[in-house]
């Protein structure tokens, strides 16, 4: 019990937006357990915000894009 208020404490900055996360995943989830494609899109949208969180408090500046691949796509034949 005191360790989960520690940690709560601890991470009281990226708590709210990592309760969001975890609500919106049980929200997602169909009956069976799994997450539609646009779903997961979204869970990992805000995935990514809870990241940026966490690397604010912990003093690294969040990149605001996305990495994008360095490898072209094939030419399509004519």
Do not use: C, H, T
């Not at 601890?10 to 494609?37: F, T």
């Amino acid at each position: 019990m005191f360790a989960a208020l520690r940690a709560a404490m601890k991470y009281s900055v990226a708590l709210p937006v990592a309760i969001e996360l975890v609500e919106e995943i049980y929200r997602a989830m169909k009956d069976d357990g799994s997450i539609n494609q646009k779903e997961r899109s979204k869970l990992m949208s805000k995935f990514w915000k809870l990241v940026g969180v966490i690397q604010i408090e912990a003093g690294y500046e969040p990149k605001s894009k996305p990495v994008k691949s360095k490898r072209k796509a094939p030419k399509k034949a004519a």
